[in-house]
């Protein structure tokens, strides 16, 4: 158990339609960042956010849009979903945003399943 | 820009022998870290790796973060059946500043009884 929770665990959408995924970090994490993982592949940073606020971005569309709340939970928004948005979402929190060190440490999630028919 | 290179992409072992897999990079890392997932679940954290020639244990597991800062190993001794999953190398992007990771591809562990 790593105190990062996530919702809903499986959903299946239509292509074109828009889904939100929520997530709870850790007591006491006020970092949060978000992965996208396809079937047979590692996971891909898609944003972080920190303070309310995206703190860097990796390569992913405008469509991928994220909130992070004042209890430092954050949903990851998608729009005009497509096909190849099939994939199981990340969640993952840290105890500060900056670098990883034995003080910082990130945990996952157990993800959302995503699945666009 | 940066990649991870995780090897073997699977393995095949019976149980009791002995696992080594490894992870390189043609950029430094200042940081590694080993992930195992298992199916249908997020990855969670085996070993991290801060200084380059660390060793480092947790049980049966063994890593070490290479001198050259571009690679990286894991050991499992002696495996028993619920080793089986993916393992993951990761470090940070460039400068560790954003402390966000990038992953390899994983190597698939399965064990025999």
């Known amino acids: 158990e790593t105190g990062v929770t996530q919702s809903p665990t499986h959903l299946i959408k239509t292509r074109g339609q828009q889904v939100t995924l929520r997530c709870s970090s850790q007591s006491g994490h006020n970092t949060v960042s978000w992965y996208q993982q396809a079937l047979g592949q590692g996971p891909q940073f898609i944003f972080q956010y920190y303070r309310e606020e995206e703190n860097g971005r990796g390569n992913f569309p405008p469509r991928f849009s994220g909130l992070q709340f004042p209890n430092y939970s954050s949903e990851l928004n998608v729009n005009a979903l497509e096909l190849d948005d099939s994939a199981l979402y990340l969640c993952?929190?840290?105890?500060?945003?900056?670098?990883?060190?034995?003080?910082?440490?990130?945990?996952f999630g157990e993800g959302s399943w995503l699945t666009v028919v | 820009g940066q990649q991870l290179n995780q090897s073997p992409q699977s393995m095949f072992i019976q149980e009791g022998e002995d696992v080594s897999m490894n992870c390189t990079s043609s950029s430094i890392f200042n940081t590694w870290l080993w992930y195992k997932q298992d199916p249908g679940e997020g990855p969670v954290l085996l070993i991290a790796?801060?200084?380059?020639?660390e060793l480092t244990s947790n049980g049966r597991l063994t890593a070490q973060f290479g001198i050259t800062r571009k690679d990286s190993f894991l050991n499992i001794s002696a495996s028993i059946p619920s080793d089986v999953g993916i393992y993951f190398c990761a470090g940070p992007y460039y400068g560790g500043s954003q402390g966000n990771l990038i992953f390899g591809k994983g190597t698939k562990l399965s064990v025999k009884p």
């Open positions: 993952a929190s840290s105890s500060r945003r900056g670098q990883i060190s034995s003080g910082n440490t990130i945990y």
């Open positions: 790796l801060y200084k380059a020639g």
